[in-house]
């Protein structure tokens, strides 16, 4: 899926715009999200969820199995909720015990999986799988927020809707795994099934059914310590509570490592805001449906609070933002002449608001566009297999490179600044990490994210070959660069598929290329620690099981919280 130009001669945004990190670092989730997609498919397929085994003691440990029916197939999750010491329960990745561990089953299981999985699935990485096993994740408490709601709905109230906005979660997952590690079902397995051909579909699912588990799990615990006064948690308290995530380095090489793939996320989204930027009769229903919409952002972002200095300013900025959006559209719908409406209102936020309050604002313009935007959540994965052309003279990859790598020559490695750093897998948990080049050791394992460096290195050795040589003999004599001279074909075909900027540049700041990626999963609420690691929520405003046939289960983006805590039983 190539960008192109919308009926209307509205050309999306170039990817010398896009994929610069400052902006990616500003991104926001949008229609086309895949956990917005999912909804919607399981909202359209009608899919049924239920609890299938519910065996958990007075403190809430045991076994649980959810089971989801699709139109086509069944998928369980497998839950074991386990007493963790208070000292033991970290978000780092180093934990070896967690308050819950979970493992997505293709199928229903037979007995003899849930007890087989009991001894494997709390090991987690140490566990042993099977190919019916297709996503593994764990997940600790938000011990304060989980204790405050189960207290609350233990003696007949409901929690309070400001302590639960200002946490968003009851509990967080700290690793979902899928995609064949440790030997479970590898993507290949079930990329065909149209309910999970999705990208991360299936470890999506995972967290959304983790999120009814914390449900039943703090009315379960309450009914237990008080069943003459107990109440339910209040439905609308429950749909603006999400999952949390801790997300850090292992992450970000993944926008770098599938190039088309990432093309394919980002030319989606170009693409469907030129859509809407050619329209040229916007309706007034569409206009009144944007600022509803933008009211509801306005008091979003007004519960968006994080530690984070950086973070802090630009949500101040952004709120400055969302007030002239505000003024600028106050009058709009009443406005004889709405064409290029929505054109006229990007171009004036790109000349004076933000980054985040411009990528706000392309997530609002396209909500009411759902007949021109959904289609594009369709078909975003990728088989990124993608073909290298040996008989390519080397005066055209010269060419190439100019045309579309001129942002990576324009950086001197020369400098020891722009060779800082080197990414490398970590050995005792297979995840992807960064050390500083010059102190530390590994950089002789150095993972190939190094795209700027590597292709000034291939357009050095260029320069000394005939233009009319092929790029088969070139490479037979410089191995090395065989890597890069196919990525550079890839790039010139998807030209969303690159970052640009130095990867290893001892400026570069993977919270960026983080909350770009977790922006395209549909997270929200991003809290940055540092530069190398966030926490964010998930799924916060989704519908719940029992709502997925409302004709407004797609209505959840920008959730706001409650204004007064809610008192029914």
């Known amino acids: 899926m190539n960008a192109i130009a919308a009926p209307g001669g509205v050309a999306p945004r170039p990817p010398d715009v896009v994929m610069r990190p400052e902006r990616m670092g500003a991104a926001f989730p949008t229609r086309l999200s895949f956990m917005r997609s999912l909804i919607r498919r399981m909202h359209r397929e009608r899919w049924r969820i239920e609890a299938a085994r519910f065996d958990l003691d007075g403190e809430g440990y045991g076994t649980v199995v959810y089971t989801v029916t699709t139109p086509r197939r069944q998928y369980s999750l497998i839950g074991y909720s386990h007493h963790l010491e208070p000292e033991r329960r970290t ?27 009991a001894a494997e699935t709390p090991r987690q990485e140490a566990g042993r799988y099977l190919a019916s096993e297709l996503v593994m994740s764990r997940a600790n408490k938000s011990l304060r927020l989980f204790t405050h709601v189960v207290d609350s709905l233990a003696r007949g109230r409901q929690p309070e809707p400001a302590l639960l906005g200002s946490i968003g979660y009851l509990m967080r997952t700290t690793a979902v795994y899928g995609n064949g590690k440790f030997g479970m079902g590898d993507r290949t397995r079930y990329a065909d099934r149209p309910e999970l051909a999705g990208p991360f579909r299936a470890e999506l699912l995972s ?39 801790a997300t850090g380095l292992g992450m970000a090489p993944f926008l770098i490592s599938h190039p088309a793939l990432i093309h394919r996320w980002f030319s989606a989204r170009e693409t469907a805001l030129a859509r809407v930027r050619a329209l040229r009769n916007v309706p007034v229903a569409d ?35 969302l007030r002239s959006i505000d003024h600028w559209t106050r009058d709009a719908a009443s406005l004889p002449d709405r064409g290029a409406l929505w054109d006229r209102l990007y ?185 190398l690691w966030t926490r964010i929520t998930l799924y916060q405003g989704a519908p719940l099981p029992d709502q997925l046939e409302d004709p407004e289960a797609d209505d959840w983006c920008f959730p706001v919280f409650p204004a007064a805590a809610c008192t029914s039983r």
């Not at 978000?91 to 999985?117: H, K, Q």
């Not at 020369?414 to 500083?436: D, L, M, Q, T, V």
């Open 287 to 321: 206009v009144e449906r944007f600022r509803a919409l933008l009211h509801r952002a306005q008091h979003h972002v007004g519960e968006w609070r994080v530690e984070d200095t950086t973070q802090t300013a630009r949500i101040a900025m952004l709120e400055d933002d």
């Open 207 to 245: 967290v959304y059914l983790i999120r009814c588990f914390t449900f039943d799990l703090v009315e379960h615990l309450a009914r237990r310590r008080n069943p003459e006064r107990v109440v339910r948690l209040d439905p609308r308290l429950k749909r603006c509570l999400g999952i949390g995530n």
């Open 347 to 531: 171009r004036r936020a790109a000349e004076t608001c933000s980054l985040e309050g411009q990528e706000l604002l392309v997530s609002l313009m396209l909500e009411p566009n759902a007949p021109i935007v959904d289609e594009l959540a369709e078909g975003l994965e990728v088989d990124d297999d993608e073909r290298f052309d040996p008989s390519m003279t080397i005066a055209r990859m010269r060419g190439l490179i100019e045309r579309h790598y001129d942002w990576a020559l324009a950086h001197d490695f020369s400098r020891p600044e722009a060779n800082h750093y080197f990414w490398y897998y970590s050995e005792e948990k297979i995840e992807p990490r960064r050390g500083e080049r010059c102190s530390e050791p590994g950089a002789g394992k150095e993972m190939p994210l190094a795209v700027a460096r590597d292709v000034n290195r291939l357009a050095a050795a260029l320069d000394t070959a005939a233009g009319d040589e092929i790029m088969a003999s070139f490479l037979a004599r410089h191995a090395e660069l065989r890597h890069i001279a196919r990525r550079v074909q890839i790039g010139a075909r998807h030209p969303y598929a690159e970052i640009r900027d130095n990867l290893i540049g001892a400026d570069c700041r993977p919270i960026d290329l983080l909350r770009a990626k977790l922006a395209c999963f549909g997270a929200s609420k991003f809290d940055p620690k540092s530069d």
């Open 91 to 117: 978000d780092r990745v180093i934990a070896e015990a967690w308050d819950a561990t979970f493992s997505l089953f293709d199928g229903v299981p037979a007995e003899a999986d849930v007890r087989r999985l």
